[in-house]
Nanobody
Framework: QVHLVESGGGLVQAGGSLRLSCAAS????????MGWYRQVPGKSRELVAG???????YYANSVKGRFTISRDNAKNTLYLQMNSLKPEDTAMYYC???????WGQGTQVTVSS
């Protein structure tokens, strides 16, 4: 199974930006889609953004217009550009692809007000 490693999280003030990366140990071109999820303690993990192999994208209403998902098949990396961050974006962020079992360690995003 291809391993996914998330990075790029950190502490940022409201209104700031972060770029998350998800590096794969193998090719991601075979994945029909990939997505970024986030989870806060006590709540279910939610899909934030997704991208198909053809480049079609999906965004949760809460992040639409602020986040941009992209994938670089040549680098086997998935990205999430996050702009105009809000305190409610604070969460652990994970990347995932259909058919994979388990989750990576995630990357923590904390937005201060």
């Amino acid at each position: 199974q291809v391993h996914l490693v998330e990075s790029g999280g950190g502490l940022v003030q409201a209104g700031g930006s972060l770029r998350l990366s998800c590096a794969a140990s193998g090719s991601i071109s075979s994945f029909s889609a990939m997505g970024w999820y986030r989870q806060v303690p006590g709540k279910s993990r939610e899909l934030v953004a997704g991208i198909s192999s053809g480049g079609s994208t999906y965004y949760a209403n809460s992040v639409k217009g602020r986040f941009t998902i992209s994938r670089d098949n040549a680098k086997n990396t998935l990205y999430l550009q996050m702009n105009s961050l809000k305190p409610e974006d604070t969460a652990m962020y994970y990347c995932q692809a259909p058919g994979r079992v388990g989750w990576g360690q995630g990357t923590q995003v904390t937005v201060s007000s």
